[in-house]
């Protein structure tokens, strides 16, 4: 990995594994236009996935000392960028603290701040689709497919004690990965230790269709797997079957999207609502970007964002 040149105009960074193959590289300039940052760039920095502590420490060092390096959106390493170099940070806000991870790299009156932005902008994105009070009046379950970052920030939405009643009635959460199904339970656990959970170490596809038909109707099904994206096939077999009148939700946005065809060839049978990952990114980028550039990306800010984005789809 070879961090960038000093840059010579205001630039914010995207830290990931293959960014050059993300939208927000066309889709920058088109927004950047529209929020009036002017001469402003976004660049990629590809860094291995679980690379060596000192590459994270390196790009954070990098941004914190080079003037006009603002900020910085992060995927895949925001665990592993949070532990090589929180050391580096003057602040971090209560959901980078509590979850160990961040999204978002940002500078304010000389502070270089942390921030885990996947709570807001999952819930951003949730409330573009789920009707209001929907656990209330259908007494429907959770089934989240993966335990990394993007199930830990949509639970702490979903699962926030201040919705009282207006829950899940029951929540699965799987992943083939012990350690992470540990992390998911601690946090869970401090957002509201009453909820129904139930934890399952599947390491098969047939596993997760297993505990798909265990589901009431009205439920909703999340693939938080990364699986269909940058990596091939599907949390589930192709003989699985969703339960009746439930949302179903990829979160990727690009890629062969396997979950997602899955879910579209029970559509009409099983009565799904099926959204893909596109309003989240929508939301988890300009997010990123008001904490970045100190400005506001609401109300018909982001409408014009979203259909700057829907456009060039």
Known sequence: MKLPEKATQPTMYFIGVTTTKSSIMKLFPLWAEALGLENAVLKGIDIDIHA????????????????????ALVTTHKIDLYHAAKDLFDYFDPYATMFGELSSISKKDGRLEGYAKDPISSGLAM???????????????????????????????????NKGKNIPSRVVITDLNKERLEEIKRIISEINPDVNVEYHLTQEPSQNDALL???????????ATGLGKDRPGS??????????????????YRGKLD??????????????YIEDGWIYFIHGWTQV???????????SVFDKIEQISNETR
């Open 52 to 71: 060596d502590p000192q590459v994270y420490r390196d790009v954070v060092q990098f941004i914190k000392d080079d003037e006009l390096s603002l900020g």
């Open 127 to 161: 409330e573009a689709f789920i009707p209001e009070n929907y656990w209330n009046n259908h007494g429907g379950e959770l089934f989240i497919i993966g335990a990394g970052g993007s199930a830990i920030a949509i639970s702490s939405y979903l699962l926030d004690r």
């Open 213 to 223: 038909t265990q589901l009431k109707p009205y439920s909703y099904i999340i693939n």
């Open 235 to 252: 949390p589930l077999t192709e003989t699985c079957i969703f339960p009746k009148d439930s949302f179903v939700w990829e979160l990727n």
């Open 259 to 272: 979950f997602f065809h899955q879910a579209l060839r029970q559509k009409e049978s099983r009565n799904l």
């Open 289 to 299: 970007i008001a904490e970045v550039f100190h400005i506001d990306i609401t109300g």
